[in-house]
């Protein structure tokens, strides 16, 4: 009995599940930010965070020169060069982010 039981509620579970994925995928839909859009670029500055910045600035203008109104998106970003003396931070950020076609 307690078997029917345990695949009663997966069977549940899942179809929760299913119905806010599709939910979930409509309602990104709606707004019309239906294009996924990535880019890449790097980045320099004298300190951590203006290397960052300056890599997240440049892959976001790249996704906006090809999709002319985009979501906030997300970044991933990463250090390839740190100068010995700390003088020089450069980043390489990736932008993704939902854009309208």
């Known amino acids: 009995m307690r078997k029917v039981t345990r695949l009663r509620r997966l069977g549940l579970v899942s179809a ?3 119905v806010g994925l599709a939910t979930t995928s409509v309602a990104a839909h ?6 996924p859009r990535s880019a890449t670029a790097d ?4 300190t951590q965070a203006a290397g960052i ?4 600035q440049r892959a976001r ?3 906006l020169a090809v999709g ?3 979501d906030a ?3 991933h970003t990463y250090s390839i060069y740190i100068s010995p003396g700390g003088g020089t931070w450069a980043y390489r950020s990736t932008h993704e982010a939902m854009c309208v076609d």
């Open 30 to 35: 709606a707004d019309g930010y239906d294009t």
């Open 61 to 63: 203008q790249a996704v």
């Open 43 to 46: 980045g320099a500055g004298s």
């Open 16 to 18: 929760v599940v299913a």
């Open 53 to 56: 910045a300056s890599a997240e």
């Open 73 to 75: 998106g997300r970044y």
């Open 68 to 70: 002319h109104d985009c």
